[in-house]
T-cell receptor, first 118, second 108 residues
Framework: GAGVSQSPRYKVTKRGQDVALRCDPI?????LYWYRQALGQGPEFLTY????????KSGLPNDRFSAERPEGSISTLTIQRTEQRDSAMYRC????????????????FGPGTRLLVL | GQSLEQPSEVTAVEGAIVQINCTYQ??????LSWYQQHDGGAPTFLSY????GLEETGRFSSFLSRSDSYGYLLLQELQMKDSASYFC?????????FGKGTRLHILP
């Protein structure tokens, strides 16, 4: 079946502009995560959704970053007033299991959105 | 604070066995995962340990010792396609914390 998709795959924007990054998880997956990944580093947790409920947003760097998942499926990560330091790969991942449950846990990552802020 | 430590690079020979270690320090712990990421690709799930002991999946095995806050990934019969970065990750509540990754180089 279809995996996790993200759009756009590449986004170039000017400093101060707002950007919206979209994530379409695997159908039926309960959990959705957003990460930021710098080159040569591991994914950095940003936020987590259980269906439409944002259960953890402790990783969002500041109040310019926000995320939503209004119908429990597609999610949007919005960065307002972008800055050059926001340039990175933004990835989302989905999982069938509800976060925090013990047992088999597989996250499926999307291809990412490469954001470049000029 | 929360941190995961793993070697930055490991080199091994094709056909050999290699072990990638991970030690963690987190305020909470629900389980240890391992992911593989090839250059230009997305991380892909390899294994998950919630309990102490060894989990085996084909050529890959993963071990966890919660008392030692330690785990490792064991790759056997190395193939050139195993050249990639490997990340350990710890679940702490809803948050998942990744290590910085271990770059595995495989020599023919």
């Amino acid at each position: 079946g279809a995996g996790v998709s993200q759009s756009p795959r590449y986004k170039v924007t000017k400093r101060g502009q707002d950007v919206a990054l979209r994530c379409d998880p695997i159908s039926g997956h309960v959990s959705l995560y957003w990460y930021r990944q710098a080159l040569g580093q591991g994914p950095e947790f940003l936020t987590y959704f259980n269906y439409e409920a944002q259960q953890d947003k402790s990783g969002l760097p500041n109040d310019r970053f926000s995320a939503e998942r209004p119908e429990g499926s597609i999610s949007t990560l919005t960065i307002q007033r972008t800055e050059q330091r926001d340039s990175a790969m933004y990835r989302c991942a989905s999982s069938y299991d509800r976060g925090g449950l013990a047992g088999q846990e597989t996250q499926y990552f999307g291809p990412g959105t490469r954001l470049l802020v000029l | 604070g929360q941190s995961l430590e793993q070697p930055s690079e490991v080199t091994a020979v094709e056909g050999a066995i290699v072990q990638i270690n991970c030690t963690y320090q987190t305020s909470g712990f629900y389980g240890l995962s391992w992911y593989q990421q090839h250059d230009g690709g997305a991380p892909t799930f390899l294994s998950y340990n919630a309990l102490d002991g060894l989990e085996e999946t084909g050529r890959f095995s993963s071990f966890l010792s919660r008392s030692d806050s330690y785990g490792y990934l064991l790759l056997q019969e190395l193939q050139m396609k195993d050249s990639a970065s490997y990340f350990c990750a710890v679940r702490d509540g809803y948050k998942i914390i990744f290590g910085k990754g271990t770059r595995l180089h495989i020599l023919p």
